[in-house]
């Protein structure tokens, strides 16, 4: 699949319901992302590019979707916060591979990301220093707020290097 491809892929899916925004404010924030996702359209496009799922999502974040009855609303989330982060850093499709970006869940605690790669160096560029995430989903809609973090790490936020 070619980048223009995926793009489109990208874009049906989101259906252009998504709101995000970057900037340096005081009070430790760097940016603020959000993405909605229309399940029914997601499931659609997955179900027409079976390989999507593999260029978009880590294995633990596939895994963790397929111990659901039915994955599409865990793995919808996923892929709205990989967008939400995008829009945290300012940056568009392209800036890094989705599977850099990571939702990792452990045990009951709430979900956090992980950056690899690239995804990680631009974080580290932007000065990011933390994240805070949010997800929820509906029948019809995945949703998932990202706020940015910048400086030095916070202790009292214990996903916060």
């Known amino acids: 699949m070619s980048s223009h491809d995926l793009a ?10 998504a709101l995000g925004t970057a900037c340096r404010a005081p ?9 909605a996702v229309d399940l029914e359209r997601f499931r659609a496009v997955i179900g ?11 294995d633990a974040e596939r895994s963790y979707a397929d111990r659901a009855a039915d994955p599409v609303p ?8 990989k ?18 970006v990571e939702v ?3 045990g009951l605690d709430a979900p956090f990301l ?8 631009r974080a580290g560029r932007a000065g990011v220093s933390g994240w805070h995430l949010s997800l929820t989903h509906t029948d019809l ?21």
């Not at 865990?74 to 916060?81: E, G, S």
């Not at 400086?151 to 996903?159: F, V």
């Open 83 to 100: 967008e939400a982060v995008l829009k945290a850093l300012g940056v568009g499709l392209g800036a890094f591979r989705f599977a850099e």
């Open 104 to 106: 990792v869940r452990e």
């Open 141 to 161: 809609v995945a949703v998932a707020a990202v706020v940015a973090v910048f400086g030095p790490g916070r202790a009292d936020h214990p996903r916060t290097p």
């Open 114 to 121: 992980v950056l690899h790669g690239s995804a990680a160096a």
């Open 8 to 17: 489109a892929a990208l874009d049906a899916v989101a259906g252009g319901t």
């Open 74 to 81: 865990r793995l919808a989330t996923r892929f709205a916060a």
């Open 48 to 58: 027409r590019r079976p390989a999507l799922a593999g260029r978009l999502f880590t």
């Open 27 to 35: 009070g430790g924030v760097s940016g603020i992302g959000i993405d």
